[in-house]
């Protein structure tokens, strides 16, 4: 393959070969597609050159790069990059060229001349690459030959990208299960230990225990049963949420008398803990499954106390035309910023708390997955030494399943 350029220059089966060899043979995107671009440049004329990926679950389209070289670092505005153009490829899934009109009283930046073909692997849209051209020439069989080329180019670059996040991804979830197995194993034996270890006791034929004893030793047992029984529902709710069946049951929900009942449980539960509640006195009732909520204020409630012991718990609510905003506040050691994007995946646990405390890794994974069943949100905000605040956001009226 010889091609002859606007330029007049002559790009070979070398060139072709070197620019294939760098969309294969590279380590880090970014720097392969600026390789690729000035490698390009001297037989495919542009002005700007952009490539935009697909988001599938959006259908949105996000640039993730751009490069103005010779009159496009002069360029502004959503038509220079070819933002429109580069949708209508994902529409249609097939390569758009756009030419200005013929208006000689235009600035040749406000005629642009677009090429946008599609990023593809395996007939799977990726993105679309789009090459800009101020006041022309236009573009001409040849050169979109060559932009084919660049594309596919583009596109193995891109799908190895992909590829190799997916694989870090699986590492990743291949890690934090072991991990969890790990852990798990740990936290299942130490209630069980506790259980049993206590009743071997006071089965003994050979001692003698008062009632108060055998009081506090049942006490014990019935905490770790407790523990125990809690550590199984993760699982199970936990491998619900992954296979899809968690089911919720929508019903008209007075947050503030579910809240109140929440503090009363609480208060005996956890005799040491102060919490405080702000509520609006005239709070309306929303759709939603009580049991699937409570679960979750529970556990925030739960983490609170484990994470920041001693510290008050604040919950306040506010109400607005959109729905109800819940938020959970301690004031103890707080979490660092590096984990917060992190805390509500499956299995995670902050690593420099987690050999303090019990837990498995699954409470705010679930947590997050009941909020988003009912079609609404939870965020964390912390800062180190001053705590960490839960933000939950309720729609009035979540979608039927």
Same mark, same amino acid.
């Given at each position: 393959?010889?091609?002859?350029?606007?330029?007049?220059?002559?790009?070979? $089966?070398?060139?072709?070969?070197?620019?294939?060899? %760098?969309?294969?043979?590279?380590?880090?995107?970014?720097?392969?597609?600026?390789?690729?671009?000035?490698?390009?440049?001297?037989?495919?004329?542009?002005?700007?050159?952009? /490539?935009?990926?697909?988001?599938?679950?959006?259908?949105?389209?996000?640039?993730?790069?751009?490069?103005?070289?010779?009159?496009?670092?002069?360029?502004?505005?959503?038509?220079?990059?070819?933002?429109? =153009?580069?949708?209508? /490829?994902?529409?249609?899934?097939?390569?758009?060229?756009?030419?200005?009109?013929?208006?000689?009283?235009?600035?040749?930046?406000?005629?642009?001349?677009?090429?946008?073909?599609?990023?593809?692997?395996?007939?799977? @849209?990726?993105?679309?690459? %789009?090459? =800009?051209?101020?006041?022309?020439?236009?573009?001409?069989?040849?050169?979109?030959?060559?932009?084919?080329?660049?594309?596919? $180019?583009?596109? %193995?670059?891109?799908?190895?990208?992909?590829?190799?996040?997916?694989?870090?991804?699986?590492?990743?979830?291949?890690?934090?299960?072991?991990?969890?197995?790990?852990?798990?194993?740990?936290?299942?034996?130490?209630?069980?230990?506790?259980?049993?270890?206590?009743?071997?006791?006071?089965?003994?034929?050979?001692?003698?225990?008062?009632?108060?004893?055998?009081?506090?030793?049942?006490?014990?047992?019935?905490?770790?049963?407790?523990?125990?029984?809690?550590?199984?529902?993760?699982?199970?709710?936990?491998?619900?949420?992954?296979?899809? $069946?968690?089911?919720?049951?929508?019903?008209?929900?007075?947050?503030?008398?579910?809240?109140?009942?929440?503090?009363?449980?609480?208060? @005996?539960?956890?005799?040491?803990?102060?919490?405080?509640?702000?509520?609006?006195?005239?709070?309306?009732?929303?759709?939603?499954?009580?049991?699937?909520?409570?679960? %979750?204020?529970?556990?925030? /409630?739960?983490?609170? =106390?484990?994470?920041?012991?001693?510290?008050?718990?604040?919950?306040?609510?506010?109400?607005?035309?959109?729905?109800?905003?819940?938020?959970?506040?301690?004031?103890?050691?707080?979490?660092?910023?590096?984990?917060?994007?992190?805390?509500?995946?499956?299995?995670?646990?902050?690593?420099?708390?987690?050999?303090?405390?019990?837990?498995?890794?699954?409470?705010?994974?679930?947590?997050?997955?009941?909020?988003?069943?009912?079609?609404? $949100?939870?965020?964390?905000?912390?800062?180190?030494?001053?705590?960490?605040?839960?933000?939950?956001?309720?729609?009035?009226?979540?979608?039927? @399943?």
């Amino acid at each position: 393959m010889v091609l002859t350029s606007e330029n007049s220059q002559l790009i070979t $089966q070398e060139h072709l070969y070197a620019i294939s060899e %760098v969309a294969i043979s590279a380590k880090e995107w970014r720097s392969a597609l600026d390789e690729i671009s000035r490698l390009v440049h001297s037989f495919l004329i542009f002005d700007n050159l952009v /490539v935009y990926l697909y988001d599938s679950i959006t259908n949105n389209m996000e640039v993730i790069y751009a490069r103005a070289m010779g009159r496009g670092k002069a360029a502004d505005g959503e038509i220079a990059w070819g933002e429109s =153009v580069a949708s209508e /490829v994902a529409e249609k899934h097939q390569t758009i060229i756009q030419e200005p009109d013929e208006d000689l009283n235009l600035d040749r930046l406000e005629r642009p001349y677009l090429l946008a073909i599609p990023l593809k692997s395996r007939e799977k @849209l990726l993105g679309t690459l %789009v090459f =800009v051209r101020f006041g022309g020439p236009q573009f001409t069989p040849p050169r979109i030959r060559l932009a084919h080329y660049i594309a596919n $180019q583009v596109s %193995v670059l891109i799908n190895q990208e992909n590829l190799q996040q997916l694989y870090e991804k699986q590492d990743y979830q291949r890690r934090l299960q072991d991990d969890f197995f790990s852990t798990i194993t740990h936290e299942l034996r130490s209630p069980l230990g506790f259980i049993k270890g206590y009743t071997t006791t006071l089965l003994r034929s050979d001692a003698s225990w008062d009632e108060t004893t055998q009081h506090e030793f049942l006490e014990i047992i019935d905490q770790e049963t407790d523990h125990l029984q809690e550590l199984i529902d993760d699982l199970l709710d936990s491998a619900r949420l992954q296979a899809g $069946q968690m089911e919720m049951h929508f019903q008209p929900v007075r947050l503030d008398a579910m809240l109140h009942d929440l503090i009363l449980r609480d208060k @005996l539960k956890y005799p040491n803990l102060t919490i405080t509640i702000d509520l609006p006195t005239d709070m309306k009732p929303i759709q939603a499954d009580p049991r699937r909520l409570s679960q %979750v204020f529970e556990n925030l /409630v739960s983490n609170a =106390v484990k994470y920041a012991p001693r510290s008050q718990v604040n919950i306040t609510a506010r109400q607005d035309e959109k729905g109800s905003t819940l938020v959970f506040k301690d004031f103890g050691p707080g979490i660092p910023k590096k984990y917060l994007p992190l805390l509500f995946n499956r299995f995670f646990r902050n690593p420099e708390q987690s050999g303090e405390t019990h837990g498995t890794g699954l409470g705010l994974f679930i947590c997050k997955q009941i909020i988003q069943g009912h079609l609404g $949100q939870i965020n964390v905000d912390s800062t180190v030494g001053q705590g960490t605040e839960f933000t939950i956001f309720l729609p009035w009226q979540p979608l039927p @399943l």
